[in-house]
């Protein structure tokens, strides 16, 4: 329950704990159901199997979902009388980026009650953060972001801090002392051999399963593509994954034949067939890449592989983006779990770098179930963006 984000009253929104509580119990509830058979299996019933009704079952399921939608309800609304939301104050670098920081942290508006937002320059910036509960601070100088949050941290008012590599860095790391010198330590992150064995292991078990239990799915998915236009049903594309290798990578098609695929995808892309639409709505399209991860091409997990005409760009732009492949190429990551279509390549960038310095097996697992939340919630997670639809 902890790894979908269930125990985030106050947090989120009702919409995804509850979402999140109820994959929890239903994959609870499913394991449950074949251990009860697996027990039934024995010499009182002539060691045949013994399936419990399924009916049973499914109405079980209904019934907790229900009871957890309520109470989430509930409980959201009593912390939030009793909590009421924090005076905030929003800090930018540049007064081009207050519109949509603003925006981000308005979705949680029962938690944070946005006063102002100001740009780091701002003269009487030190009177608004006295008078603020909480300040966010979003692309700020680390010069300004210095002197801020020392007045921050005076006033003892909570603050966040939209990273830097630096930051990242010193998160990843460790305390250590010489003497009476305190030190943070960071080591170059490596994957150890176990982690090497283990990641690779359940891809390929995952992998494998995914395309057993999903190919019904790929013969619906085909048929649909052949009958709307009669073109190919798989779309191949170069794509970069760790050390700046370059490999195939594989989708149902979901674009219109010859008609620039190889050019990001926007909202509304008059590009996109009737089906493919449907298709990447629910995140369907990227099934085949399956195949990616059972050859080896791809992880479950790891940071998006861009197209090489991104890589480029991004690169010229932002040199760091290079460091993204250190990694091997992911079906899934922190990009996708907590971004959307529309987040900038910076904020890609630093949700991606997070992953690769904190990696553990641990958080594979948990970002591979925060996933199967995304997929419910495909209305507030497929946002077109300028940059890339990756």
Same mark, same amino acid.
Not at 120 to 142: C, L, M, P, R, T
Not at 292 to 298: A, E, F, T
Not at 311 to 332: C, I, N, Q, S, W
Not at 352 to 367: C, G, H, K, T
């Given at each position: 329950?902890?790894?979908?984000? @269930?125990?985030?009253?106050?947090?989120?929104?009702?919409?995804?704990?509850?979402?999140?509580?109820?994959?929890?119990?239903?994959?609870?509830?499913?394991?449950?159901?074949?251990?009860?058979?697996?027990?039934?299996?024995?010499?009182?019933?002539?060691?045949?199997?013994?399936?419990?009704?399924?009916?049973?079952?499914?109405?079980?399921?209904?019934?907790?979902?229900?009871?957890?939608?309520?109470?989430?309800?509930?409980?959201?609304?009593?912390?939030?009388?009793?909590?009421?939301?924090?005076?905030?104050?929003?800090?930018?670098?540049?007064?081009?980026?207050?519109?949509?920081?603003?925006?981000?942290?308005?979705?949680?508006?029962? =938690?944070?009650?946005?006063?102002?937002?100001?740009?780091?320059?701002?003269?009487?910036?030190?009177?608004?953060?006295?008078?603020?509960?909480?300040?966010?601070?979003?692309?700020?100088?680390?010069?300004?972001?210095?002197?801020?949050? %020392?007045?921050?941290?005076?006033?003892?008012?909570?603050?966040?801090?939209?990273?830097?590599?630096?930051?990242?860095?010193?998160?990843?790391?460790?305390?250590?002392?010489?003497? !009476?010198?305190?030190?943070?330590?960071?080591?170059? =992150?490596?994957?150890?051999?176990?982690?090497?064995?283990?990641?690779?292991?359940?891809?390929?078990?995952?992998?494998?399963?995914?395309?057993?239990?999903?190919?019904?799915?790929?013969?619906?998915?085909?048929?649909?593509?052949?009958?709307? !236009?009669?073109?190919?049903?798989?779309?191949?594309?170069?794509?970069?994954?760790?050390?700046?290798?370059?490999?195939?990578?594989?989708?149902?098609?979901?674009?219109?034949?010859?008609?620039? %695929?190889?050019?990001?995808?926007?909202?509304?892309?008059? =590009?996109?067939?009737?089906?493919?639409?449907?298709?990447?709505?629910?995140?369907? !399209?990227?099934?085949?890449?399956?195949?990616?991860?059972?050859?080896?091409?791809?992880?479950?997990?790891?940071?998006?592989?861009?197209?090489?005409?991104?890589?480029?760009?991004?690169?010229?732009?932002?040199?760091?983006?290079?460091? =993204?492949?250190?990694?091997?190429? @992911?079906?899934?990551?922190?990009?996708?779990?907590?971004?959307?279509?529309?987040?900038?390549?910076?904020?890609?960038?630093?949700?991606?770098?997070?992953?690769?310095?904190?990696?553990?097996?641990?958080?594979?697992?948990?970002?591979?179930?925060?996933?199967?939340?995304?997929?419910?919630?495909? !209305?507030?997670?497929?946002?077109?963006?300028?940059?890339?639809?990756?």
């Amino acid at each position: 329950t902890r790894a979908y984000g @269930g125990f985030d009253v106050g947090v989120r929104k009702s919409r995804p704990i509850a979402i999140a509580l109820s994959l929890a119990l239903i994959l609870d509830d499913i394991v449950t159901y074949i251990v009860l058979i697996i027990m039934n299996t024995n010499e009182a019933n002539g060691n045949r199997v013994v399936f419990i009704s399924f009916g049973f079952l499914l109405l079980s399921m209904v019934i907790q979902v229900v009871i957890i939608s309520v109470f989430t309800r509930v409980g959201n609304a009593f912390y939030f009388y009793v909590n009421p939301p924090e005076k905030t104050l929003i800090v930018v670098g540049e007064a081009s980026e207050a519109e949509k920081v603003r925006e981000a942290v308005s979705i949680f508006g029962m =938690r944070y009650e946005i006063y102002d937002t100001v740009v780091k320059d701002e003269h009487n910036i030190a009177d608004k953060i006295k008078n603020a509960d909480s300040v966010f601070f979003y692309d700020v100088s680390k010069e300004s972001l210095e002197r801020l949050t %020392e007045l921050c941290y005076g006033e003892r008012t909570s603050v966040y801090i939209n990273p830097s590599i630096t930051d990242i860095l010193l998160h990843s790391g460790k305390e250590v002392f010489f003497s !009476d010198l305190p030190f943070y330590h960071t080591e170059a =992150r490596h994957m150890t051999f176990e982690q090497r064995v283990i990641k690779r292991m359940g891809d390929i078990v995952i992998s494998l399963l995914g395309l057993i239990i999903t190919s019904p799915l790929f013969l619906i998915a085909a048929c649909a593509i052949r009958r709307e !236009d009669g073109g190919s049903v798989f779309f191949r594309q170069d794509r970069a994954t760790v050390g700046g290798k370059v490999f195939r990578i594989i989708k149902f098609r979901t674009m219109k034949e010859n008609n620039g %695929e190889e050019f990001s995808v926007t909202k509304d892309d008059d =590009r996109i067939t009737n089906t493919g639409r449907w298709l990447r709505k629910y995140r369907i !399209d990227e099934l085949p890449q399956l195949i990616n991860i059972l050859m080896g091409d791809m992880s479950l997990v790891g940071p998006r592989p861009e197209m090489m005409k991104n890589v480029e760009e991004y690169t010229a732009d932002l040199p760091e983006f290079r460091y =993204r492949l250190r990694m091997k190429a @992911g079906l899934t990551g922190y990009a996708q779990v907590m971004g959307k279509y529309n987040t900038t390549s910076r904020d890609k960038l630093m949700l991606d770098l997070m992953y690769i310095e904190n990696f553990s097996i641990a958080a594979d697992v948990r970002i591979l179930l925060q996933t199967m939340t995304v997929l419910f919630s495909a !209305d507030e997670s497929t946002e077109g963006f300028d940059g890339n639809r990756s």
